[in-house]
């Protein structure tokens, strides 16, 4: 009998090791996510709405009074360079629709400014650094581009620790016979339960969706973004690498020229023009009217050439993203170099640019923006909710950290699986595993910092 009593015992023993080991990789992630996926929250929700922001706070440049015929863009972009002494011009961005302004982008000898022109009277009105244009400052803060390249790469372990948040938080979140913190609340704010449930409920309702906003923003990334790329391109998933077969091509991405490239062809090289038919320039006006012809969707953005051997590039990435088009001129004939659509994607391609897609809010409409707004208030309200329920919980002058389970082993084998994030994103990885180590020499090694970590 006292042996049919350990064995049942046993599967218990495990069931507690594991919830314990689940939940200290869960708060070890939170402890080092937390203040990026607030960031995250409120920069992403902000950036859901950049066109409404743009047409509301910044109207006074954005939005003008449609008045029958407009300028030719090369006399409303030769406007735009002189409100900019000693500028030159760098881009073209084509209205939206009539009651839109033209965006025009000079470059100075430190920095590049957008003028906002009337399309129909040529009047100038407003400009901003490109730098410092509000959405702009919005994008550079949630990828923390501002903060040098460490903490921009740290962004893409932050993504994959999310995944791992989601995964341990939904184990943990898995009922148990409790009879509160699965549909519902218990308690009051004044008590720890309340936060745990608050904190619980709203993961296992968004956490389908926080996990998909992780992975489909992976893409961006510095590191495993430029590699998945690449790997695509080289299996025909990616852009059709057969366009650029035959014509002559520069070592310039995409990216460099554009203003904002679309994932699947930012890493494209841009062709070059052949100097054997150098001559008189084709003019701005030609490649708009061009472009038109084209059917390139209104609102698209016509970057200048850059040298010799430079071309004009006309691009457009809507909300719409079947409508996403990129063509590259030659500068000296006007011929198409290359013409890529959506459709000549490759099925990846496709894929991630649909992910993308939604991830900003643009595929479906509004309907698109409000349910990734959700999302970014529940990773809010989450984060906020983790602070507390620690600080509930907590030790006086400790971190309270959850205790190490007494079966080592299942931590131990949990934390393979963990790194199996690690394998799938390096940057991941290495984050796991200096979390591992310092875990380890903290809680062996005798020192004060044992003590504040227990």
């Known amino acids: 009998m006292a042996v049919l009593a350990e064995a049942g015992k046993k599967p218990n023993n495990i069931s507690i090791s594991l919830y314990r080991a689940v939940w200290r990789w869960h708060f070890l992630a939170g402890l080092f996510v937390i203040p990026f996926m607030i960031n995250l929250a409120v920069t992403g929700g902000l950036y859901l709405f950049k066109d409404e922001i743009d047409d509301t706070v910044f109207a006074y440049r954005n939005i003008v009074e449609p008045q029958g015929q407009t300028l030719a863009p090369s006399v409303l972009s030769e406007n735009a360079r002189a409100a900019v002494p000693g500028s030159k011009i ?131 990334s510095g590191y495993w973004g430029e590699q998945v790329n690449a790997a695509l391109s080289s299996a025909g998933m990616g852009y059709p690498t057969k366009l650029w077969d035959d ?23 841009v062709p070059a023009s052949n100097t054997a038919s150098k001559g008189e320039n084709v003019s701005l006006d030609q490649i708009v009217t061009a472009t038109n012809e084209a059917g390139m969707f209104p609102g698209y953005e016509v970057s200048l050439p ?48 649909f992910g993308v897609g939604v991830h900003m809010g643009q595929y479906f409409g509004l309907a698109n923006q409000i349910l990734m707004l959700l999302t970014c208030l529940a990773i809010a309200l989450m984060s906020v909710t983790a602070i507390v329920m620690w600080w509930k919980r907590r030790p006086s002058g400790r971190l309270g950290v959850p ?16 790194l199996g994030f690690g394998v799938a994103f390096p940057l991941t990885g290495f984050a796991i595993l200096a979390m591992l180590v310092i875990d380890q020499l903290v809680t062996r090694i005798p020192s004060p910092l044992k003590r504040v970590f227990s």
């Open 247 to 269: 014509v002559p091509l520069s070592t310039v991405p995409t990216k460099d020229v554009v203003d904002h490239a679309g994932w699947t062809v930012e890493n494209a090289p």
């Open 90 to 220: 760098v881009r073209y961005r084509v209205p939206a629709d009539p009651s839109h302004s033209v965006r025009v982008t000079v470059g100075t000898s430190t920095e590049n400014v957008l003028v906002f022109v009337n399309p129909y009277s040529g009047a100038v009105l407003g400009t901003v650094a490109a730098e410092n244009e509000f959405n702009k400052v919005v994008r550079n803060i949630h990828s923390l581009k501002y903060f040098g390249f460490v903490p921009n790469r740290i962004i893409e372990a932050v993504g994959g620790m999310a995944l791992i948040l989601v995964v341990t938080g939904f184990y943990l979140w898995w009922p148990r016979s409790q009879t509160g913190g699965v549909v519902s609340v218990r308690g009051t704010p004044s008590k720890r339960v309340f936060w745990r449930d608050l904190h619980a409920v709203t993961g296992a309702s968004a956490g389908a969706l926080i996990f998909f906003l992780a992975i489909s923003g992976m893409p961006w």
């Open 403 to 418: 205790p190490m389970p007494s079966q080592t082993s299942v931590f131990v084998m949990l934390t393979v699986v963990i």
């Open 306 to 353: 850059r040298g010799k051997g430079g071309v004009y590039t006309a691009a457009i990435f809507p909300d719409d993203i079947a409508r996403q088009q990129t063509i590259h001129y030659n500068q000296y004939t006007g011929k198409p170099l290359i013409d890529i659509k959506f459709s000549d994607y490759g099925i990846g391609g496709k894929a991630i640019e």
